[in-house]
């Protein structure tokens, strides 16, 4: 089926640095969306994202986090500086639209950690 | 405030019961509710998903029993084998509102 991929799988890295998570989308999705889980549950939104801009965002987006998908390529969260309480696994997912209940598919997540 | 429940947190079941997963949202404008079904190491994939306007639905050996009053549903997982060992996502959501996640059960078969 279609797949989304996320690029690093695992990414450590020192609180303070920057990290971009990087998210590869199905490739006719129109809706691009970050989630956060920690010690597997708790599936947490953060943000969606269509047509360029970001559509909503959850409390826990904070102010240094961001995102974007410049020209079609991959989509990215970049978290700067990262502190240690953003250590969890980040899940890129996308749909192709917001039509009545869009189905959403998830990448395998990329594991942060902030030491 | 948690929009959508679950539980248990936890559940063990043997090999050939019937698992039952508890669901319970609070925003009554909730029409819609799928379960995502997650492995360790993968994301969540889709696995059954059900409309306000209907009280059951089947696919496979997956069942979701849905009550628009209570403002509950579960998912039974008939048969169970030890490859439905994962954690289950209750969600919900609203028109063209965001997904809605509950905090899971992690759902243990033993052979």
């Known amino acids: 089926g279609p797949k989304v991929l996320q690029i690093p799988s695992h990414q450590i890295i020192d609180m303070g640095q920057m990290v971009t998570l990087n998210c590869d989308p199905v490739s006719n999705h129109l809706y691009f969306y970050w989630y956060k889980q920690i010690l597997g549950q708790q599936m947490e939104f953060l943000v969606n994202?269509?047509?360029?801009?970001?559509?909503?965002k959850s409390k826990l987006f904070k102010d240094q986090f961001s995102v974007e998908r410049p020209d079609g390529s991959y989509f990215t969260l970049k978290i700067q500086p990262t502190a240690l309480e953003d250590s969890a696994v980040y899940f890129c997912?996308?749909?192709?639209?917001?039509?009545?209940?869009?189905?959403?598919?998830f990448g395998h997540g990329t594991k942060l950690s902030v030491l | 405030q948690q929009q959508v429940r679950q539980s248990p947190q936890s559940l063990t079941v043997w090999e050939g019961e019937t698992a039952i997963l508890n669901c319970s949202y609070e925003n009554s404008a909730f029409d819609y509710f799928p379960w995502y079904q997650q492995f360790p190491g993968e994301g969540p994939a889709l696995l059954i998903a059900i409309r306000s306007v209907s009280d059951k639905k089947e696919d496979g050996g997956f069942t979701i029993f849905f009550n628009k009053r209570e403002k509950n549903l579960s998912l039974h997982i008939k048969d169970s084998q030890p490859g439905d060992s994962a954690t289950y996502f209750c969600?919900?959501?609203?028109?063209?509102?965001?997904?809605?996640f509950g905090d899971g059960t992690q759902l243990v078969v033993k052979p």
């Open positions: 997912a996308s749909s192709s639209g917001t039509g009545r209940n869009e189905r959403l598919f």
């Open positions: 994202f269509y047509n360029g801009k970001v559509m909503e």
């Open positions: 969600a919900a959501s609203a028109n063209n509102n965001r997904i809605f």
